[in-house]
């Protein structure tokens, strides 16, 4: 169990997306499946900040940014190796918008990530050249908060690296997988899951929280 949630424990949201639902750009299988579970934790959290990913058009992250690569090939960008993704939550478009069936009225920040056309950003804290800070961690910590839930999608991207990047800013971190779910690719979800347990982030289930 992980405790009664309190006045310092804040649940993140990430990417509940049109695009990474299925029929989306980036479709993670299953990605709706986990709306009224996270609807469900969200009731039980007085603070929710929700994640969007939000990339211009031409995206340096989109595979057709480049004549001749397909989606999930990778390029080497100026910080380092990029996957190349399909288009996906493209600003002002309907796959941008956050699901219409997240039911997150309370959620108090919206926080968009990935605007930066060179700069991909999987995690809600640090975009991929692991330089540029979103602001988030600020945020967090001025507000008070020192325990995070992470959720969302997909669990072997965006929830990897936000959940990795909340330990190192030295926030207390567990991810309610079953509130995730992943793409795998390239052994992606063994690689996530081995790389969580080393930083002792523990994965538990929606029913043990609060
Ligand atoms: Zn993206």
Request: hydrophobic share 40%; glycine share 12%; charged share 20%.
């Amino acid at each position: 169990m992980t405790g009664q949630v309190g006045e310092r424990d804040i649940l993140l949201i990430v990417d509940l997306q049109n695009d990474f639902c299925p029929g989306g750009g980036l479709a993670v299988p299953h990605g709706d499946e986990i709306v009224p579970l996270v609807n469900g934790l969200a009731a039980r959290f007085a603070h929710v900040v929700l994640t969007q990913d939000w990339h211009p058009r031409g995206h340096l992250s989109f595979a057709s940014s480049y004549p001749g690569k397909q989606p999930y090939e990778t390029v080497d960008l100026a910080y380092g190796t990029q996957v190349l993704w399909p288009d996906h939550c493209v600003q002002g478009t309907r796959g941008a918008e956050l699901r219409a069936d997240l039911a997150v009225p309370h959620a108090e920040l919206v926080l968009r990530k990935g605007y930066h056309r060179e700069i991909d950003s999987y995690s809600a804290f640090v975009e991929n050249d692991r330089k540029t800070a979103t602001g988030l961690a600020g945020y967090l910590r001025e507000r008070g908060f020192t325990r995070i839930f992470v959720a969302g999608l997909a669990f072997d991207f965006c929830v990897r690296y936000s959940a990795e990047d909340a330990h190192r800013e030295g926030f207390k971190v567990t991810v309610v997988e079953d509130a995730c779910r992943g793409i795998d690719v390239a052994g992606s979800m063994a690689q996530t899951r081995r790389c969580l347990a080393e930083l002792g982030i523990p994965c538990i289930g929606a029913g043990t929280v609060g």
